[in-house]
């Protein structure tokens, strides 16, 4: 008799479609000979939590699930309906194993269920898995946890060292197995057994096993997820995806089609014409392999669209993005990040804007969407840099969607975080990191972040339709570093918006008070533009009046956005 795998997903999860890893790991457990059972309860609870809760799986509000106390308090809500969900999985088979794919949104869930299962029956083996379980996060501490801990988590990619594992588990009923890319607690120590052999996809595949998905559930029923790749080639300074990912590979296209046609089997019923989401980091650093998957695709019966992250590759020219149009490409995601080369530089961003400029439009012209991120606060971005990107914004906006800004988060398992001495940056509290010279600190990549983000999404520019408006609220205007920036941010707004002459006529209003801005004495106006503020100097009288008040913030948002207009007329006329 095969063994019996109950695989769980635990909020917070997407609820567009259900969540790639449920029936791709449920494959693996199958291709062992495993009977394996697969149920979202993200999904699940999503569709019976409260109306005003429902917002916590909003992408936007996630970061509420990495609290624990918020969590528990969550669970404890809702404790009846969970545990009833919980139970009904188990209560009629024994289970083997109890697995989790765990990221670290859903790690505390993950956790209370493990525990909930452990006091029903102690003897039930709980596996975690996912990317929280890699050891470039919590790894093996998850371990050792004092509520819900896991028996054993797997470390890494499943393909290799999962199906070993279940072969010896079956074979001698002890986890505690010689298996390289596992770790697990034996009564009090953790053994960690390495990381797993990544796999190459050179031969065989697996097929996810989607019919256990009920594509009903979710708000878009008709879609998917697959992946044509792993890993990252790239080497930006802020990330940590190639060294969490290892080598980049790719998968055989026909294996990715064979995927897509199965997965249609399922979803046939609800759409006509499917939708697919590449889970891939960015799926065009082979070119070449990227082709022969479109050809593939164009050959295929069914007609499908997808999307996907990808890198700004000069090998991706407009006959390339044309058949990625025909083979159903309807979008892709940039991380532009910055549009001034030196800063793309900094970021170790490894390509050209001008080859950035070429995609975008190219792919404008074959009806391919671009959605473009943006990063603020990088150490070294200047003034100059910050409003070259907001020329960039205006300039591409009608053919580009730019998603809200981000403040550079220093990730400490990136290159920056390795050695932030390089980058001329100290990591201190939990602000996070400062730049050495005094001049980059979190409340200044707030303000960048308010000013960039009315760039992007303040189509109006008006103060009704304001960005950032809260965020601004807890930022010092008369911080030396902050005040600095401010003055700076303005002075060069209106000298590329209208001149030299113009910026001094501004400067000259504001001294005078008769602009929406408090009064300026001329001893500070001397120190208006950041070349001329020395790192110690106080600019606490640089806003005579109403320090840190809402009056103060008022004022210097009507200046921002007069200062956007400004710049904008430059672009549109």
Avoid at 171 to 197: H, M, Q, S, W
């Amino acid at each position: 008799m095969n063994k019996k795998a109950l695989l769980l997903a635990m909020p917070c999860s997407i609820i567009m479609y259900p969540t790639y890893s449920l029936p791709y790991i449920a494959g693996i457990f199958q291709g062992a000979g495993w009977d394996c059972r697969v149920a979202d309860i993200s999904i699940d609870l999503y569709r019976n939590v409260d109306a005003e809760d429902m917002m916590y799986w909003d992408k936007k509000a996630w970061e509420s699930w990495r609290d624990r106390n918020w969590v528990r308090s969550f669970y404890d809500k809702y404790r009846r309906g969970i545990e009833k969900s919980l139970l009904d999985l188990v209560a009629s088979n024994e289970i083997d194993i109890i697995a989790f794919t765990v990221n670290s949104y859903q790690k505390h869930m993950s956790l209370l269920a493990s525990a909930f299962f452990k006091k029903r029956d102690p003897s039930a083996l709980i596996m975690f898995g996912g990317v929280e379980c890699s050891p470039f996060f919590s790894s093996t501490s998850i371990l050792e946890e004092e509520t819900g801990a896991p028996d054993m988590i797997c470390r890494g990619e499943a393909e290799k060292a999962l199906p070993q594992f279940l072969r010896e588990f079956q074979e001698t009923g002890d986890y505690r197995v010689a298996c390289r890319g596992f770790a697990y607690n034996d009564k009090g120590t953790v053994i960690d057994l390495g990381e797993p052999e990544l796999p190459k996809f050179s031969t065989g595949s697996i097929m996810p096993d989607w019919t256990q998905c009920d594509f009903s559930l979710y708000t878009r029923p008709g879609d998917f997820a697959v992946c044509l790749s792993r890993g990252c080639p790239n080497a930006c300074a802020f990330c940590c995806n190639k060294t969490q990912s290892g080598i980049y590979r790719m998968r055989k296209p026909e294996d990715v089609i064979a995927e897509i046609e199965h997965a249609y089997e399922v979803t046939e019923a609800f759409a006509p014409h499917p939708f697919v989401h590449f889970a891939d980091l960015l799926i065009n650093a082979n070119m070449s392999k990227l082709m022969e998957f479109c050809d593939m695709a164009l050959r295929s019966p069914i007609r499908f669209e997808w999307q996907s992250y990808a890198r700004f590759n000069p090998k991706m020219d407009r006959a390339a993005l044309e058949k990625m149009r025909m083979a159903g490409c309807k979008n892709l995601c940039f991380g532009l990040e910055s549009a001034s080369q030196r800063v793309i530089d900094l970021m170790n961003k490894d390509y050209d804007i001008s080859v950035a400029r070429r995609i975008i439009r190219d792919a404008a012209d074959v009806r391919i969407e671009v959605l473009l991120y943006l990063i603020v606060g990088f150490p070294g971005e200047t003034i100059e840099d910050l409003v070259t990107t907001i020329l960039f914004v205006y300039e591409f906006n009608d053919i580009a969607y730019f998603n809200t800004p981000t403040v550079l988060k220093a990730n400490t398992c990136s290159p920056i975080g390795v050695d932030p001495d390089r980058w001329g940056i100290t990591f201190r509290d939990y602000d996070g990191w400062y730049s050495n010279d005094l001049r980059n600190d979190p409340e200044v990549r707030l303000f960048r972040q308010f000013v960039l983000g009315n760039a992007v999404e303040n189509d109006l520019l008006t103060t009704r339709s304001i960005f950032g408006w809260q965020d601004l609220s807890i930022v010092d205007f008369n911080s030396p570093a902050v005040a600095s920036e401010i003055s700076g941010v303005l002075y060069e707004f209106w000298k590329r918006g209208a001149g030299e002459d113009r910026a001094r006529e501004v400067l000259a209003e504001l001294a005078s008070g008769e602009s929406t801005g408090s009064g300026l004495d001329q001893e500070a106006l001397e120190y208006w533009h950041p070349e001329n503020v020395p790192r110690d100097m106080f600019l606490g009288g640089w806003f005579a009046k109403d320090k840190n008040t809402e009056t103060q913030r008022k004022n210097i948002t009507k200046l921002t956005l007069n200062g956007l207009r400004a710049l904008r007329r430059q672009v549109l006329g």
